[in-house]
């Protein structure tokens, strides 16, 4: 079965919706028959998206560094749990692993694997479908910064277009699908998050 790589938030100060959001991530992903790997943490997004996904029946796969997990804030009720050496090795179990990457609002780890598959996706490294849910607009500056640099040509035309933004987890699921499904994702023939559900329908 296919599995979906999970980024967000492992922060206790933020909002409860964000969790909420992740909750519901989770039993979508379950829902479809999917994998789910997160970064193995129990709380916050990350375990809301964990717990979510296994009520709804999908194997979930937990990746945590042995410090974290020293913390006492691993996500023991996972499936598999599998615990490595630093967060670079922790990056790299988690890409292998996810035939997608669906992005949620973070903070500075978030950002850090979301920009990393985005950088190896755009070197060709990989072509795996990279989709961000944004239902709130927290990543509206970090979208302006990609358009911006691109302008200064700093990147290549492209490489700002190559994840799918969307603002709901039914986009999300659905520009999954559509991605797995073969449609195109290239600047030029990138579908917008309004024209999967017009499909969808």
């Not at 492992?10 to 999917?34: K, M, N, P, T």
């Not at 239902?135 to 979208?143: E, K």
């Not at 035309?157 to 969307?166: D, F, G, K, R």
Request: contains cysteine.
């Amino acid at each position: 079965m296919p599995t979906v790589a999970v980024f967000c938030a492992s922060s206790q100060a933020i909002d409860e919706r964000y969790s909420v959001l992740a909750a519901e991530v989770g039993f979508a992903l379950a829902h479809r028959g999917w994998s789910l790997v997160s970064g193995g943490g129990a709380i916050s997004c990350m375990g809301a998206v964990a717990r979510a996904a296994r009520a709804g029946g999908a194997h979930t796969i937990g990746v945590i560094p042995q410090a974290l997990v020293d913390l006492e804030v691993a996500d023991h009720g996972a499936d598999e749990l599998v615990v490595t050496s630093d967060m670079r090795e922790r990056k790299g179990e988690m890409d292998r692993r996810a035939d997608a990457f669906l992005t949620l609002p973070g903070g500075l780890g978030t950002l850090e694997e979301l920009l990393e598959i985005w950088a190896s996706r755009s070197l060709q490294m990989h072509n795996k479908p990279i989709v961000i849910l944004d239902p709130w607009g927290d990543f509206a500056g970090l979208r302006e910064l990609f358009a911006t640099l691109t302008r200064g040509g700093f990147l290549r035309a492209n490489v700002e277009s190559l994840p799918i933004w969307t603002t709901s987890t039914s986009e999300a699921m659905i520009a999954i699908e559509q991605a797995w499904a073969g449609e195109p994702l290239s600047s030029q023939q990138q579908p917008t998050a309004a024209e999967f559900l017009e499909a969808e329908l």
